[in-house]
């Protein structure tokens, strides 16, 4: 038992627990006003036996950092390509509670919905908390597209399957393109909305850019 939830041992038992929550996730948008929007990453450490969790919480939309927490555990799952949740969200949950207060949306490094079973990071995450999540990964895990304009804000549907799993979001002119999913309670077109309102002249957004260097702090 970590922080309240129990987590699996084995990659069958953690498969599972992905096809049991997933109907859980929802599609559609439930936010509140968003003031406070928190960026999620995570580091290991120590020849990776510890995981560094960290949560930066910027203001929106102006992104001016109001609080940071950092979490630190020793790593119990290993390393498995549609797992990594089992491995990183027992300190992402400890870093979270770290927190004065809730965020309004969490805004993962990693995936979300776009996942072979439809259930990354972003979605373990905001059904474990009830916040509304969008996974904002680097490379793409699965699905097809097609060409994708040059200029920031442009974007287009990441198929798998016959079903639409995410976005291709174009964050700088001529740079390589984020892979931006569903998490929890936000649509796919207000997911895109956020994470372009979070970018500004980088390609990561802004609130990666800060859990990301706050992860890596030795």
Not at 84 to 113: I, K, N, T, V
Not at 168 to 185: A, D
Request: charged share 20%; with cysteine; glycine share 10%.
């Amino acid at each position: 038992m970590i922080g309240g939830y129990e987590w699996p041992t084995t990659t069958s038992e953690a498969r599972a627990i992905q096809d049991r929550l997933r109907d859980q996730v929802v599609r559609r948008d439930e936010l509140i006003q968003v003031r406070r929007v928190a960026g999620l990453d995570v580091g290991f450490p120590e020849g990776g036996t510890e995981t560094r969790a960290a949560v930066a919480v910027l203001s929106f939309p102006d992104l001016q950092l109001m609080e940071s927490s950092l979490a630190r555990r020793r790593t119990v799952f290993p390393y498995v390509p549609g797992l990594l949740s089992f491995r990183e969200a027992p300190a992402l949950l400890e870093a979270l509670a770290g927190l004065s207060e809730p965020p309004h949306l969490l805004l993962c490094d990693g995936q979300g919905y776009a996942h072979p079973r439809r259930f990354g990071l972003a979605c373990h995450l905001g059904v474990l908390t009830g916040l509304p999540s969008i996974g904002v990964a680097k490379s793409r895990l699965i699905g097809e597209h097609g060409p994708l304009g040059p200029e920031k804000g442009d974007w287009m549907p990441l198929w798998h399957q016959g079903e639409i799993i995410g976005a291709l979001v174009r964050t700088r002119r001529n740079v390589q393109p984020l892979y931006v999913s569903v998490g929890h309670k936000i649509s796919l077109e207000t997911a895109v909305r956020y994470v372009l309102a979070c970018t500004t002249r980088f390609r990561l957004p802004e609130t990666t850019r800060w859990a990301h260097r706050l992860a890596s702090l030795e």
